[in-house]
C-alpha cells in the first residue's frame, strides 16, 4: 500500500535548489550512506539511481559554496549497521548463508573489512560535516518519547530531531518521508512521492 504522508513541514525539491552558504543543514543517516560508502550498488537492495546521483550530487553542490553540513552522533550507529549489513550480503551471495552473529565473530577477516569500510565512510563524513552534540539524559529521552505521539519517526530519528532543535538547524537532506510529519522545519528531498504530496497539500515550496 502506497504510504499516505500529512506534510506538515515545507518540502523543497533538491534536484531543482541551488544551496546557499548560509545553509545549515543536518544530513540524513541514509544520505550519508549513498555518498561515502564505496560498495553501495552490491547492497542486496541497490539504491534507486536518484539516491546515489541527486544526493551526492547535492551535497557537492553545498560543500563548493560552503554551506555548513551537519552529522549527528547517532548516524554513525546508522551507517555502521548498514554497511555491516551490506557486506555481510555480499559475502553471503558468494559463500552462503551466516547469521549476523556468525558473521561478526567467526569471519576475522571480513569484520576487517567491515572496520575499513566504516572508518573510511566516517571519516569522509567527518571531513564533509560539523558534530551536533546530544547528551542522551532523561530530558531528551522524555522530548523523544513525546514526539513519539505525535510524529511518525524511529527511535534514532527522535533522538536526532532533538539535537537538531537545540542546535537550531532546521534544514534536513533526507529521503525519509518521515520527517516530514516534523513540525518547524524544512525537507529537502528527492523523494518523489514526497515531493507530489507536498505539492498537492500546497507544501512545495521553491527558495
Same mark, same amino acid.
Given at each position: ?41 552490491? *547492497? ?6 536518484? #539516491?546515489?546521483?541527486? $544526493?551526492? =550530487?547535492? !551535497?557537492?553542490? /553545498?560543500? %563548493? ?78 522530548? *523523544? ?6 510524529? #511518525?519517526?524511529?527511535? $534514532?530519528? =527522535?533522538? !536526532?530531531?532533538? /539535537?537538531? %532543535? ?42
Amino acid at each position: 500500500m502506497p504510504v499516505q504522508y500529512t506534510i506538515t513541514v515545507d518540502v523543497i525539491d533538491l534536484r531543482n535548489d541551488t544551496p546557499r552558504q548560509d545553509d545549515l543543514f543536518l544530513v540524513d543517516s541514509n544520505v550519508w550512506y549513498w555518498t561515502t560508502y564505496s560498495r553501495v550498488n552490491l *547492497a542486496d537492495t541497490p539504491p534507486k539511481p536518484y #539516491q546515489i546521483n541527486d $544526493y551526492p =550530487l547535492y !551535497i557537492s553542490k /553545498a560543500l %563548493s559554496v560552503k554551506s555548513n553540513l551537519f552529522r549527528c552522533g547517532l548516524s554513525f550507529a546508522e551507517l555502521a549497521h548498514l554497511i555491516e549489513k551490506t557486506e555481510r550480503g555480499i559475502y553471503i551471495r558468494a559463500n552462503g548463508a551466516v547469521s549476523s552473529k556468525e558473521y561478526r565473530h567467526n569471519c576475522s577477516s571480513e569484520r576487517a573489512n567491515v572496520v575499513a569500510e566504516v572508518q573510511t565512510a566516517w571519516n569522509q563524513v567527518k571531513t564533509m560535516s560539523q558534530i551536533v552534540e546530544l547528551q542522551i539524559d532523561e530530558t531528551i529521552t522524555d522530548a *523523544a518519547l513525546s514526539r513519539f505521539s505525535t510524529q #511518525q519517526l524511529d527511535g $534514532y530519528d =527522535l533522538f !536526532i530531531l532533538e /539535537a537538531i %532543535s537545540r542546535a537550531r538547524v532546521v534544514k534536513v537532506i533526507t529521503d525519509d518521508g518521515d520527517y516530514v510529519t516534523v513540525p518547524g522545519i524544512q525537507v529537502f528531498t528527492a523523494n518523489q512521492n514526497v515531493i507530489t504530496a507536498a505539492q498537492n497539500q500546497g507544501k512545495l515550496i521553491t527558495r
